[in-house]
């Protein structure tokens, strides 16, 4: 299998750590950037992974894609620098797409953008975690508008409503939050289950974690006592795996009821099930490098899980930092599970941390836009799915 080449490439200002196509304007995608400081007596070491307290800014810069031509169309400064973002997957009535950004200063932000653009004069602010935190990830949550799950550098997974009361330039409390996990080293990832009832998350100290939800998300629910009754309670599911992995949790993506997608800095992608008492690796493969970020490119969640019994087949897009981008598949057939890389993008010179495809409805050639960290490097390509049929 040939590496695919670029149809295009441009050089960023300020180093790449995420991007998301908008589904609702799917010619526009967003890229967060990431910048360490230089400080005396600091090394410079400017990674993703390294959260000693040092100063860092950055900026969402957004793109229109139109062909194959790459426009910038504004920039947006954020409180920090920008380590993760995600479009709301529940449109409202409104023409808007909302995009939330975790930070390094311990605030999420709430950026609009409509059909004329960007809308970022006074986004929203809500601090998650102390100015010295960085909030390492978020998802938002699949049923309920204003709730998300983020990580944090200090290990806690803590689940957060988001109120949107009157502008303010303060940055204000948020409503609640309730930790839900702590893990012994950076949590990295979280995601909701396929039907919103439980998190997965997982973290530096190479576990992956699992804690269920009350039935009905609700304020009430998640209020304080709540904490107590059920998600410390009887009722509760919680559970921690220390030995599928043999390096951090870094990306996770839920499949089907009862079974996961990870990714892991020891760089092997895994089809893990995540029964309670039934858990096990289902099948895995080595990516080349650590599996920094998963995306759904077909066959996704709302598609893919008509029965746990049925066969099935998706395909993901996988960010693995200094391998590059691939294009994975995933089978299921009976109990059989397979994992098969369909192709490469390995144009990037350093870390490929933020990669996403074009949302389409039509089948045919996707446009991807991938970037990597130091060499500031964003690239389209476009692949084709040829193996679909058998
Ligand atoms: C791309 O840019 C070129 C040069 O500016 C222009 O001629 C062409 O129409 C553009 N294509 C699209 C699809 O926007
Ligand atoms: C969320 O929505 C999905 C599909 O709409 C549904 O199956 C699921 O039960 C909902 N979950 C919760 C927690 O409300």
């Not at 400080?39 to 390294?50: F, I, Q, V």
């Not at 990580?151 to 409503?175: A, N």
């Not at 981008?325 to 010179?349: C, G, P, T």
């Not at 039509?362 to 799915?385: A, Q």
Request: aromatic residues 8%; charged residues 25%.
């Amino acid at each position: 299998m040939a590496s695919i080449v670029p149809l295009k490439s441009l050089i960023l200002e300020a180093p790449p750590s995420c991007i998301e196509f908008s589904a609702l304007f799917p010619d526009v995608f967003v890229v967060g950037t990431y910048v360490l400081e230089q400080t005396p007596g600091h090394s410079a070491d400017a990674t993703l992974e390294n959260s000693t307290p040092q100063t860092r800014h950055g900026e969402l810069v957004y793109f229109r894609l139109s062909g194959d031509n790459i426009t910038e169309i504004h920039k947006a400064d954020t409180n920090g620098a920008v380590l993760d973002l995600h479009f709301r997957p529940i449109k409202r009535e409104e023409p808007k797409d909302r995009l939330c950004v975790a930070t390094s200063t311990g605030v999420l932000e709430l950026h609009d953008l409509a059909a004329s653009g960007p809308q970022n004069d006074r986004p929203r602010k809500f601090r998650v975690a102390s100015s010295d935190t960085l909030v390492l990830s978020l998802v938002w949550h699949p049923n309920r508008s204003d709730v998300v799950a983020v990580t944090l550098s200090t290990g806690q997974v803590r689940l957060c409503q988001l109120t949107y009361g009157p502008i303010s330039e303060d940055i204000p409390d948020i409503i609640w939050q309730v930790d839900l996990i702590t893990h012994g080293l950076e949590a990295w990832t979280v995601v909701f289950g396929v039907d919103g009832k439980c998190v997965f998350s997982g973290g530096d100290d190479g576990t992956l974690r699992c804690h269920s939800l009350p039935d009905e998300p609700d304020t009430t629910a998640y209020s304080a006592s709540m904490d107590q009754d059920f998600l410390g309670g009887d009722e509760c599911t919680r559970w921690v795996d220390r030995k599928a992995h043999t390096a951090g949790v870094t990306a996770i993506l839920p499949l089907l009821r009862g079974v996961i997608i990870t990714g892991s800095y020891d760089d092997k992608i895994r089809i893990v099930s995540s029964k309670q008492f039934r858990r096990q690796i289902l099948a895995e493969l080595n990516l080349g490098g650590g599996v920094w970020r998963l995306k759904y490119i077909e066959g996704s969640q709302s598609s893919g899980v008509a029965a746990d019994h049925a066969d099935m087949r998706v395909v993901v897009l996988a960010s693995c930092m200094h391998a590059g981008a691939r294009i994975v598949e995933i089978r299921k057939q009976r109990d059989d599970w397979s994992i098969d890389v369909l192709a490469r993008f390995e144009e990037h010179q350093s870390m490929n941390y933020g990669s996403d495809i074009q949302p389409s409805k039509e089948d045919g050639e996707r446009n991807i836009i991938s970037t990597s960290f130091y060499d500031k490097l964003l690239c389209l390509w476009r692949w084709k799915d040829d193996s679909s049929k058998d």
